[in-house]
């Protein structure tokens, strides 16, 4: 097994990330850059090049390699100006510069560049590329690609679709095993773009994200918990199963992840094995409330990036935190948490879907999850019902326009 673990500069994290020798590589980024990337700037850590030239180096130091994600959905025209053009070769040649051992890319124009211009780094195409399906994996190997990381959404259980692709390629393949997204989702391009622009400099809103396409798939999933089990999140202790479909890369999220949280699921996901809330492994996390040990710095950067009252009023973006941090779940243990998944009780649920076809059917017609999450899924009542009241508030304002006007 080879894992790609997110890399959140918080001290000392690489150390103990270096004690499973399954972590190959870590992957981050400067909290900003001219191409953005997969995560708002206000949910991260700030982080200047001298930091990143020493995380790299200490990567290194434990045989631990390092991606920097370039992994914008798109440039919004900046590689159709001359002055976009200096901006983006510069940063290649910084990244080159750091010692970074490979890059990892979501548009064909920049992989094309890397390879041309810097042929010493790795190239990896992101999830945001969204490769679903074979013909897709061919064009990005044609235009450099070394490691291709499919797209969650679309294929993590859909297995003839994996191994279409897997056949189609000779480069290395990477899974997202920890993803809380659902399937089929209609907001996946929207925040794929939202999240990058956030993450760019430059941004015209200066990093401000009010991240609704977050609230409609939490909100969905509280609303009806089958929608725990629906997502496309691959457990601990099914890993093999995609092995052996030729499949030997793994990658492992969030960058806005507590340290302790982190080392967790990377130490399930590397002993596959998994005793506990499943929750754990896959929740929504981000370092912007105080159970994940924020500090009084990234507060204070937080509230200059997010209190904007001349883009939105406060009201309601007083509202969104309350919401965020309600729905950001930091207790996991089986008492006192508001969402419990009992991993081991799902031991065998993969062979199930392995024997339906989800793309060809209607999932209300099927029910298998649905029999499923009834068995496995606890949500506290309380806990759901208040969480949603603030959902339905936050999305009324977002249609009727008064969070604004």
């Known amino acids: 097994m080879n894992l790609s673990v997110a890399y959140t500069f918080e001290p000392g994290i690489i150390d103990r990330l270096a004690q499973f ?22 949910t991260l850590r700030r982080t200047p090049l001298s930091r990143l030239n020493e995380s790299i180096s200490n990567a290194h130091a434990h045989g631990i390699a390092f991606n920097y994600l370039i992994n914008a959905a798109n440039m919004a025209g900046l590689e159709q100006t001359r002055s976009g053009q200096r901006k983006i070769r510069r940063l290649l040649d910084r990244i080159d510069e750091s010692g970074a051992d490979g890059v990892t890319v979501s548009t064909p124009y920049l992989l094309r560049l890397v390879k041309s211009l810097h042929p010493r780094l ?30 969650a959404i679309a294929c993590n259980r859909n297995f003839n679709r994996l191994r279409d692709i897997r056949r189609a390629v000779r480069c290395n393949l990477e899974l997202l095993v920890n993803a809380s997204c659902l399937p089929g989702c209609a907001y996946e391009l929207t925040h794929m773009n939202m999240l990058s622009q956030s993450s760019r400099t430059g941004d015209r809103l200066g990093g401000f994200c009010l991240d609704y396409c977050f609230l409609d798939c939490s909100a969905r999933r509280l609303s009806d918990p089958v929608n725990f089990i629906k997502a496309v999140w691959i457990r601990p202790e099914d890993i093999v ?26 130490k399930a996901y590397t002993e596959r094995y998994f005793d506990g809330n499943l929750y754990e492994l896959i929740a929504p996390v981000a370092q912007i409330k ?9 507060q204070i950067r937080m509230a200059t990036i997010m209190a904007k ?49 989800c793309d060809s059917q209607q999932c209300d017609t099927c029910g298998y999850c649905r029999a499923v999450a ?3 899924v606890t949500v506290e009542p309380q806990y759901r019902e208040k969480a949603l009241s603030l959902a339905a508030r936050l999305d009324e304002g977002l249609v009727s326009g008064k969070h604004w006007f």
């Open 374 to 376: 009834g068995k496995v």
């Open 21 to 42: 020798p399954d972590v190959k590589e870590i992957y981050g980024k400067l909290d900003r850059d001219c191409i953005g990337g997969g995560r708002a700037t206000f």
């Open 241 to 266: 199963k995609y092995e052996q479909m030729g499949y030997n890369w793994f990658k492992i999220v969030e960058r806005s992840c507590p340290g302790d949280l982190l080392i967790r699921r990377v």
């Open 290 to 298: 105080r159970g994940f040990g924020v500090s009084r710095m990234q």
């Open 122 to 151: 790795k190239a990896r195409v992101g999830v945001f590329a969204v490769v679903d399906g074979p013909e897709k994996a061919r064009r990005w190997e044609d235009l450099g690609a070394d490691t291709i990381c499919v797209s």
């Open 309 to 357: 009252p001349w883009l939105v009023k406060m009201g309601p973006l007083l509202l969104m935190k309350s919401y965020i941090e309600s729905v950001l779940v930091d207790n996991f243990n089986k008492e006192g948490t508001p969402v419990y998944i009992d991993n081991k009780a799902l031991d065998g649920f993969l062979d199930g879907i392995r024997l339906r076809d």
